[in-house]
């Protein structure tokens, strides 16, 4: 099917639920939304969430949507979201629900379709122990190169993808410990077959109230043909995640020299911040400094600042953070040493970073009861193992990340 009367088809669909909306028995709430991008200029358009009513994001039938239009007429100036959820009652009980989930987007020069099937086991009341399984299925293609900043990191044939999640959550008195796996398989030839594993597990160590020692393993690898979109970065991650943002999703939300001169750097991946300035000047002139294996350590030791003790225990402090650290990373590709590009021209087996940071959080949900929060981090990579050039090995640099390294 055609992306554009995918667009009419959802619209369509939107019909009829709002019909049903009017009822007493469901609830459509809707709420303004504004964007912007360099190819669509300001995105205007309305969001829409819809649930029975009394059963706020956790009974049957519910629905998230959202329509926009591009004020600056690109070729495709109207793109859409759409998400359904049913739960399954055979499997469903308080906290453990399991659902069909039905996705379609086209938006930012991306189709998305996915149908999957998600399972969540919470044994009492703490949202912060439980497991989840996710096993889908989705067709993707890149269908408007226009939105990248990076063309050369995506190929637009159509992809297949079968993918299976797990996530195990784990807390205790003074710990908290988080496992996620995810397998990808492309199932379709005319992108070629291939497959994508990564391996995340996170650790956060509480010695008191005011120090903390957060832990993170990242590992990923990507069978030989895999799509520029699913490869690996030292210092980002899979460029499909990028989508999922509104921040990363199209070039001009963040202005683009930004990224070129390596101020800015996404969390994903193996998350060697140090070494975005390196990865950045390369992906600016053309280049790929990408690897189908990658394996990382990522560490944190946070220690109080007195902004962030003047917010604990104040209404503020509920929605707002400042948390300051010391961090380190190190890293390292297991592909062949020809394909391997570092800044001295080298090939060492692991390199590494550390510095200082501070990360602001907020979260704040809004008008239709989502959550909005946005991780910002001002970070100094004081050290590198392998500098650029003639750069020394310990030397002022900086950076703005958005979204947490390490985040619980």
């Given at each position: 099917m055609d992306h554009r009367n995918l667009i009419f088809f959802i619209l369509l669909l939107l019909i009829p639920m709002g019909l049903k909306?009017?009822?007493?028995?469901?609830?459509?709430?809707?709420?303004?939304?504004?964007?912007?991008?360099?190819?669509?200029?300001?995105?205007?358009?309305?969001?829409?969430?819809?649930?029975?009513?009394?059963?706020?994001?956790?009974?049957?039938?519910?629905?998230?949507a959202g329509v926009w239009l591009g004020t600056a007429l690109p070729e495709d100036p109207v793109s859409y979201y759409f998400s359904f959820t049913e739960p399954i009652p055979s499997i469903t009980s308080f906290a453990n629900e399991g659902n069909v989930q039905l996705i379609?987007?086209?938006?930012?020069?991306?189709?998305?379709?996915?149908?999957?099937?998600?399972?969540?086991?919470?044994?009492?009341?703490?949202?912060?122990?439980?497991?989840e399984l996710s096993l889908g299925f989705s067709q993707e293609r890149m269908i408007d190169l226009v939105y990248r900043p990076y063309p050369q990191l995506w190929q637009n044939d159509w992809k297949s993808m079968v993918n299976l999640d797990l996530w195990i959550s784990e807390k205790w008195e003074k710990q908290k410990f988080d496992l996620q796996l995810t397998l990808l398989q492309n199932v379709n030839e005319a992108s070629n077959y291939f497959t994508v594993g990564t391996l995340e597990v996170t650790?956060?160590?509480?010695?008191?109230?005011?120090?903390?020692?957060?832990?993170?393993?990242?590992?990923?690898?990507?069978?030989?043909?895999?799509?520029?979109?699913?490869?690996?970065?030292?210092?980002?991650?899979?460029?499909?995640?990028?989508?999922?943002s509104g921040i990363s999703r199209a070039k001009g939300t963040l202005k683009e020299t930004w990224l070129s001169d390596g101020l800015i750097s996404f969390a994903s991946?193996?998350?060697?911040?140090?070494?975005?300035?390196?990865?950045?000047?390369?992906?600016?002139?053309?280049?790929?400094?990408q690897y189908n294996?990658?394996?990382?350590?990522?560490?944190?030791?946070?220690?109080?600042?007195?902004?962030?003790?003047?917010?604990?225990?104040?209404?503020?402090?509920?929605?707002?953070?400042?948390?300051?650290?010391?961090?380190?990373?190190?890293?390292?590709?297991?592909?062949?040493?020809?394909?391997?590009?570092?800044?001295?021209?080298?090939?060492?087996?692991?390199i590494a970073d550390a510095g200082v940071g501070?990360?602001?959080?907020?979260?704040?949900?809004?008008y239709l009861g989502k959550d909005r929060g946005v991780a910002i981090r001002y970070e100094i990579p004081l050290w590198l193992s392998e500098p650029m050039g003639t750069e020394k090995h310990f030397k002022f640099r900086n950076l703005i990340?958005?979204?947490?390294?390490?985040s619980f």
């Open positions: 909306a009017q009822s007493d028995s469901y609830e459509l709430n809707f709420a303004p939304d504004a964007w912007y991008n360099s190819v669509d200029g300001v995105r205007l358009g309305i969001r829409m969430a819809g649930n029975m009513e009394g059963e706020f994001r956790s009974g049957p039938h519910r629905m998230e379609s987007t086209v938006r930012t020069g991306y189709s998305y379709h996915q149908i999957s099937f998600n399972k969540r086991w919470q044994p009492g009341f703490d949202e912060l122990k439980f497991k650790e956060q160590i509480f010695f008191n109230d005011l120090f903390k020692l957060r832990l993170r393993g990242f590992g990923g690898y990507v069978t030989d043909n895999g799509a520029p979109e699913y490869l690996f970065g030292y210092s980002f991650g899979l460029p499909m995640e990028w989508l999922n991946g193996p998350n060697l911040r140090g070494y975005t300035r390196h990865d950045f000047e390369i992906l600016s002139a053309g280049g790929t400094p294996s990658i394996a990382s350590i990522n560490t944190e030791f946070e220690f109080p600042n007195f902004i962030n003790k003047k917010l604990d225990g104040t209404i503020v402090g509920d929605f707002i953070e400042l948390r300051s650290y010391l961090f380190g990373d190190v890293g390292r590709t297991f592909d062949k040493e020809e394909t391997i590009t570092l800044p001295m021209g080298e090939n060492p087996i692991w501070l990360q602001f959080s907020i979260n704040i949900p809004d990340g958005i979204g947490a390294v390490i």
